[in-house]
């Protein structure tokens, strides 16, 4: 008895790669910006069972901001206007979008908004936290998790 074979057809391997393709560029555009990417505790992503993709982020920027961020600056040169269309109402906490194609849901939790962020006292680098040639007196996190 022999299996059933199933066999990709050229749109499943388009759309495929235009859901990467529009990850890509999404991820381009929040790496490129230092002020998102430092005002963020964690970030992580994820693919949805529907093809979508979800960001998620916790402190740092509304929701609704990084959705601005990322119509004003997801282009491509060979296409006039945005990539990025809105799919749904945003708030501070959530929205959602549509890039080329794709749609991507954005979550902020506990989110601060942009313009709070760089007035907070001790604000929290990303980067300063990942440097592990830095001595301090502090525990960092995945000591605290593994007890070290």
Do not use: Q
């Not at 859901?19 to 430092?38: P, Q």
């Not at 740092?60 to 601005?68: H, K, N, Q």
């Amino acid at each position: 008895m022999r299996g059933f074979r199933r066999t990709r057809s050229s749109d499943d391997e388009l759309s495929s790669a235009r859901r990467y393709e529009a990850f890509g560029r999404v991820m381009a555009v929040l790496a490129t910006k230092a002020d998102f990417i430092e005002a963020c505790r964690d970030l992580t992503w994820w693919r949805g069972a529907d093809h979508s993709w979800h960001i998620e982020w916790r402190d740092g920027p509304y929701a609704a901001e990084v959705a601005a961020l990322l119509a004003e600056h997801v282009r491509d040169p060979d296409f006039d206007g945005s990539l990025v269309t809105v799919a749904g109402p945003g708030n501070n906490a959530s929205a959602i979008l549509d890039v080329m194609g794709v749609r991507f849901e954005l979550h902020a939790v506990d989110p601060m908004g942009s313009a709070r962020v760089h007035v907070r006292p001790g604000f929290w680098r990303l980067a300063e936290a990942l440097d592990t040639t830095r001595r301090t007196n502090a525990r960092r996190p995945w000591e605290e998790l593994l007890g070290g």
